[in-house]
């Protein structure tokens, strides 16, 4: 039974910072690489991160670069997505997903059928 659950979604105030959190169980995490995608209301979903499971090598959109940072810890079946310097249009639903690729291939960012499980997802709103 493979689950993604994502958590540390909130308010913040444009400047702030969050880090969201996706816990995965039912398969061996560090066997595989795991996308951040958000999606907010009325548009479709778009990549945000990718982090491969062989060094952790790590990919982002161009709207976050400088600003978003992804990890993982295989430790704990996580991974994480920290984010700072957070702007109004930040504001959407993040999940994490996985297409059962031991790397980030190169349409990461926008073949989202290709990802076979993701997460329900967890709100963050960047407001005043």
């Known amino acids: 039974q493979v689950q993604f659950v994502e958590s540390g979604g909130g308010l913040v105030q444009p400047g702030g910072s969050l880090r969201l959190s996706c816990v995965v169980s039912g398969f061996t995490l560090d066997y595989y690489a795991i996308g951040w995608f958000r999606q907010a209301p009325g548009k479709e979903r778009e990549g945000v991160s990718c982090?491969?499971?062989?060094?952790?090598?790590?990919y982002y959109a161009d709207s976050v670069k400088g600003r978003f940072t992804i990890s993982r810890d295989n430790h704990k079946n996580t991974v994480y997505l920290e984010m700072s310097s957070l702007k109004p249009e930040d504001t959407a639903v993040y999940y994490c997903a996985t297409a059962l690729l031991t790397t980030c291939a190169t349409d990461w960012d926008t073949d989202v059928d290709e990802y076979d499980y993701w997460g329900q997802g967890t709100q963050v709103t960047v407001s005043s």
């Open positions: 982090i491969s499971s062989r060094h952790g090598s790590t």
